[in-house]
């Protein structure tokens, strides 16, 4: 089919703005089709940044917001030390030794632990934090208290190993009894770090981390959740509201080419949130973490993970309002329980495990690992967490999310 | 002539409801065809079916010679949309607009130009939420022209506008045509369809109730060129003894078909010959607005469409 006569030949018809020969765009781009054009990608991704910019109130909420976070926390808690102590329990097996006793001193001095006894009549100490849903332990051998100060004071002897227990998905309250330990330790001069052995090897800490060490990793896990979830709920029920996916699908313009600009822009804007957050913390607070090259991998994987899950609502709920209102239920509670704000490891036992089933408590983990604990591994079975989360929702929103109706 | 469009049997259910129920009808090149029909009429499930954007139940379509449904992103590329009640970004500028969708088809655009074209180069720089709802049916016309389009369809494109805007509008769909682009026009101002289209199809409950040329609708089912006679009630008894005029007469107006010459110069010899003041005389013909009230009222009573 062509065109009866071609405008731009009419010398007395008014020429558009453009005029390609119709027959050979048509085919050319026919042919091109099935790709992800990046000039599409780019321009929409340009669009919707520069739309988002002159909107101050999502401004607020995805970069400023969070700082004031950040500003606010750092001020109720600072020069505190732990979140607040995380419970261990300690069987003893070596007797009233003095150097045991001072070892327990000195443990309970960091702060960073509160300890509770079990005695050594109450069997296997695994057992009994299994029985009693706690996951911190440490079993003094005996003999222990001699060895260090045998050790101590110029003798010879193999070290005696301490024996931890810990919840290998739970980085923080292990790496911080770690870290507790490791403090005490130092007190007792020349007794190398050697004496501790575990069952899983968690990160060390040479340090005393503050409450705003750890604050970071949760509001950066909160910027992650915020603005990728919000804006695409919002983005996906409003545009199928207002008729504006099917104005695009009458362009050029790919689902997928869509879908990439949105995920681009919120990876732009939390690696901006990341920034800000990692920026004021240091220069503010004075906050020790780590800005490792492991996080990118999260910064990527998160938003991710919370675009897929805010398209999937905006797509399948009815109505805007209906999706607003998924939105919330989902993300307030997800919010509160992964430890944005207060850190998992301080809950009270029988909530922690209810913080394990959000998406968002493995981003703020593995934050935690990379940037407070240079825990790699315990990182990496995060970011292998996330990511089959993020495949998972994001296979899911594209099977679900559709330009046309049938 | 080639169709640009040609459409058999469709027919468009959602579930249980018929939106569209089999009709047929094509569109040939580089003319103006309009479809007119009350609300709910199954207007614009139509268009979109030929835009590409819904799927038919039954029928077969063709669309510059494409299936719009599996073959949508080639139609989209020669074809130019401007959806019914149009919306677009809010923050964004009619300026970055055109310039946006020139990226997405991959075509140079002088987007300064086509805004002045659809007179809304003052606006350029306004973001999308400042508009008016008149400046904003323009920036979703000149959007439909970007990709120099050889079908446009416009679903009722001058709703909202003011009288002159809409004028402005027209003018440019009489450009559009004469640079040989077919237009599709959906509408509900009768007035439009007249002025305009070369081809009218009046569609009610799904079905094309009738089709034609403005003007042979008017000539098929009007009542053809008449003189109405505004008559004082003296006149008015003078008038009815005039033979084959009683039937005419309606309160104080008589209307006499021009057809009718014997009776109309009667009537005028009659009210000469009674030496009474002489009404006002006026010459009226149907519109398409009565027509298109006198076919929809003849359906809504339930009644078949005169043939």
Same mark, same amino acid.
């Given at each position: 089919m062509t065109l009866p006569s071609d405008p731009s030949s009419d010398p007395s018809a008014p020429s558009l703005p453009s005029s390609p020969a119709h027959g050979s765009r048509a085919k050319g781009a026919a042919r091109r089709r099935s790709f992800l054009r990046p000039s599409h990608v780019w321009a929409d991704f340009v669009l919707y940044t520069r739309a988002y910019m002159r909107n101050p109130e999502a401004l607020f909420f995805s970069l400023l917001f969070p700082v004031i976070l950040v500003l606010l926390f750092g001020a109720i808690f600072s020069g505190s030390s732990a979140p607040s102590a995380v419970p261990l329990y300690i069987q003893n097996l070596d007797g009233q030794n003095a150097t045991t006793l001072a070892f327990y001193h000195y443990v309970e001095e960091t702060g960073l632990v509160t300890i509770h006894n079990v005695s050594a009549s109450a069997g296997p100490l695994g057992t009994y934090l299994s029985q009693h849903s706690e996951?911190?332990?440490?079993?003094?051998?005996?003999?222990?208290?001699?060895?260090?100060?045998?050790?101590?004071?110029?003798?010879?002897?193999?070290?005696?190993?301490?024996?931890?227990?810990?919840?290998?998905?739970?980085?923080?309250?292990?790496a911080i009894v770690s870290g507790a330990v490791q403090l005490a330790l130092q007190n007792f001069k020349g007794a190398p770090v050697a004496y501790l052995a575990k069952a899983v090897p968690v990160g060390s800490l040479s340090f005393t981390p503050k409450t705003i060490d750890f604050e970071i990793p949760g509001l950066i896990g909160f910027a992650i959740l915020m603005t990728p979830m919000f804006s695409m709920v919002n983005v996906t029920s409003e545009y199928k509201k207002e008729k504006l996916f099917k104005a695009l699908s009458l362009t050029p313009l790919t689902k997928g080419e869509w879908l990439l600009s949105k995920i681009l822009f919120n990876w732009l804007l939390t690696f901006l949130a990341a920034a800000i957050l990692f920026a004021t913390g240091i220069l503010a607070y004075g906050a020790?973490?780590?800005?490792?090259?492991?996080?990118?991998?999260?910064?990527?994987?998160?938003?991710?993970?919370?675009? /897929?899950?805010?398209?999937?609502?905006?797509?399948?709920?009815?109505?805007?309002?209906?999706?607003?209102?998924?939105?919330?239920?989902?993300?307030?509670?997800?919010?509160?329980? /992964?430890? /944005?704000f207060i850190p998992v490891s301080v809950m009270p036992g029988w909530l922690q495990p209810y913080a394990k089933v959000w998406p968002l408590y493995y981003v703020i983990d593995g934050i935690e690992s990379v940037s407070v604990f240079s825990d790699v591994a315990h990182a990496l079975i995060d970011l292998g967490i996330v990511s089959v989360m993020a495949a998972v929702a994001f296979v899911a929103a594209v099977l679900v999310f559709r330009w046309r109706e049938e | 002539m080639d169709a640009v469009i040609s459409v058999d049997g469709l027919v468009k259910e959602y579930g249980k409801l018929r939106a569209v129920d089999g009709i047929s009808f094509s569109v040939?090149?580089?003319?103006?065809?309009?479809?007119?029909?009350?609300?709910?009429?199954?207007?614009?499930?139509?268009?979109?079916?030929?835009?590409?954007?819904?799927?038919?139940?039954?029928?077969?379509?063709r669309v510059l010679g494409l299936d719009p449904w599996?073959?949508?992103?080639?139609?989209?590329?020669?074809?130019?949309?401007?959806?019914?009640?149009?919306?677009?970004?809010?923050?964004?500028?009619?300026?970055?607009?055109?310039?946006?969708?020139g990226r997405?088809?991959?075509?140079?655009?002088?987007?300064?130009?086509?805004?002045?074209?659809?007179?809304?180069?003052?606006?350029?720089?306004?973001?999308?939420?400042?508009?008016?709802?008149?400046?904003?049916?323009?920036?979703?016309?000149?959007?439909?022209?970007?990709?120099?389009?050889?079908?446009?369809?416009?679903?009722?494109?001058?709703?909202?506008?003011?009288?002159?805007?809409r004028r402005a509008v027209w003018e440019l769909l009489r450009?559009?045509?004469?640079?040989?682009?077919?237009?599709?026009?959906?509408?509900?101002?009768?007035?439009?369809?007249?002025?305009?289209?070369?081809?009218?199809?009046?569609?009610?409950?799904?079905?094309?109730?009738?089709?034609?040329?403005?003007?042979?609708?008017?000539?098929?089912?009007?009542?053809?060129p008449r003189i109405v006679l505004e008559a004082t009630p003296e006149l008015l008894k003078v008038l009815q003894r005039v033979p084959g005029l009683s039937s005419e007469v309606k309160g104080n107006q008589v209307e006499v078909p021009l057809h009718q010459k014997q009776v109309l110069i009667d009537a005028l010899q009659a009210i000469a010959?009674?030496?009474?003041?002489?009404?006002?005389?006026?010459?009226?013909r149907d519109t398409l607005e009565e027509v298109f009230i006198t076919l929809v009222g003849e359906m809504e009573e339930g009644g078949e469409v005169r043939a």
């Amino acid at each position: 089919m062509t065109l009866p006569s071609d405008p731009s030949s009419d010398p007395s018809a008014p020429s558009l703005p453009s005029s390609p020969a119709h027959g050979s765009r048509a085919k050319g781009a026919a042919r091109r089709r099935s790709f992800l054009r990046p000039s599409h990608v780019w321009a929409d991704f340009v669009l919707y940044t520069r739309a988002y910019m002159r909107n101050p109130e999502a401004l607020f909420f995805s970069l400023l917001f969070p700082v004031i976070l950040v500003l606010l926390f750092g001020a109720i808690f600072s020069g505190s030390s732990a979140p607040s102590a995380v419970p261990l329990y300690i069987q003893n097996l070596d007797g009233q030794n003095a150097t045991t006793l001072a070892f327990y001193h000195y443990v309970e001095e960091t702060g960073l632990v509160t300890i509770h006894n079990v005695s050594a009549s109450a069997g296997p100490l695994g057992t009994y934090l299994s029985q009693h849903s706690e996951s911190n332990g440490i079993v003094i051998p005996a003999g222990f208290g001699e060895q260090v100060w045998n050790l101590t004071h110029g003798g010879r002897g193999v070290p005696v190993a301490l024996q931890f227990y810990d919840n290998p998905f739970d980085s923080t309250s292990a790496a911080i009894v770690s870290g507790a330990v490791q403090l005490a330790l130092q007190n007792f001069k020349g007794a190398p770090v050697a004496y501790l052995a575990k069952a899983v090897p968690v990160g060390s800490l040479s340090f005393t981390p503050k409450t705003i060490d750890f604050e970071i990793p949760g509001l950066i896990g909160f910027a992650i959740l915020m603005t990728p979830m919000f804006s695409m709920v919002n983005v996906t029920s409003e545009y199928k509201k207002e008729k504006l996916f099917k104005a695009l699908s009458l362009t050029p313009l790919t689902k997928g080419e869509w879908l990439l600009s949105k995920i681009l822009f919120n990876w732009l804007l939390t690696f901006l949130a990341a920034a800000i957050l990692f920026a004021t913390g240091i220069l503010a607070y004075g906050a020790h973490v780590i800005v490792g090259p492991l996080l990118i991998p999260f910064l990527l994987v998160g938003p991710l993970l919370f675009v /897929s899950l805010g398209m999937l609502i905006g797509t399948v709920s009815k109505r805007a309002e209906t999706a607003g209102i998924i939105g919330n239920l989902v993300t307030f509670p997800m919010m509160f329980l /992964s430890g /944005s704000f207060i850190p998992v490891s301080v809950m009270p036992g029988w909530l922690q495990p209810y913080a394990k089933v959000w998406p968002l408590y493995y981003v703020i983990d593995g934050i935690e690992s990379v940037s407070v604990f240079s825990d790699v591994a315990h990182a990496l079975i995060d970011l292998g967490i996330v990511s089959v989360m993020a495949a998972v929702a994001f296979v899911a929103a594209v099977l679900v999310f559709r330009w046309r109706e049938e | 002539m080639d169709a640009v469009i040609s459409v058999d049997g469709l027919v468009k259910e959602y579930g249980k409801l018929r939106a569209v129920d089999g009709i047929s009808f094509s569109v040939p090149t580089g003319k103006v065809y309009s479809f007119l029909g009350p609300n709910g009429a199954g207007k614009t499930t139509t268009v979109e079916i030929l835009e590409g954007l819904r799927r038919a139940t039954h029928g077969t379509l063709r669309v510059l010679g494409l299936d719009p449904w599996h073959d949508a992103g080639e139609v989209h590329r020669r074809v130019g949309v401007m959806p019914q009640g149009f919306r677009f970004f809010d923050k964004v500028t009619p300026l970055e607009a055109v310039q946006y969708y020139g990226r997405l088809f991959d075509v140079q655009v002088d987007a300064p130009a086509l805004l002045r074209r659809v007179l809304l180069e003052e606006k350029a720089n306004d973001t999308f939420d400042k508009l008016s709802g008149g400046q904003k049916q323009k920036l979703g016309i000149a959007l439909a022209l970007v990709n120099d389009p050889e079908l446009v369809f416009l679903d009722e494109p001058t709703t909202g506008l003011d009288p002159q805007a809409r004028r402005a509008v027209w003018e440019l769909l009489r450009e559009l045509r004469k640079e040989g682009r077919t237009i599709f026009l959906t509408t509900h101002y009768l007035e439009e369809a007249e002025n305009l289209a070369d081809q009218v199809a009046i569609i009610h409950h799904g079905k094309i109730v009738t089709e034609g040329s403005p003007a042979e609708l008017i000539a098929k089912y009007g009542r053809g060129p008449r003189i109405v006679l505004e008559a004082t009630p003296e006149l008015l008894k003078v008038l009815q003894r005039v033979p084959g005029l009683s039937s005419e007469v309606k309160g104080n107006q008589v209307e006499v078909p021009l057809h009718q010459k014997q009776v109309l110069i009667d009537a005028l010899q009659a009210i000469a010959a009674s030496g009474l003041v002489w009404p006002d005389i006026s010459t009226q013909r149907d519109t398409l607005e009565e027509v298109f009230i006198t076919l929809v009222g003849e359906m809504e009573e339930g009644g078949e469409v005169r043939a």
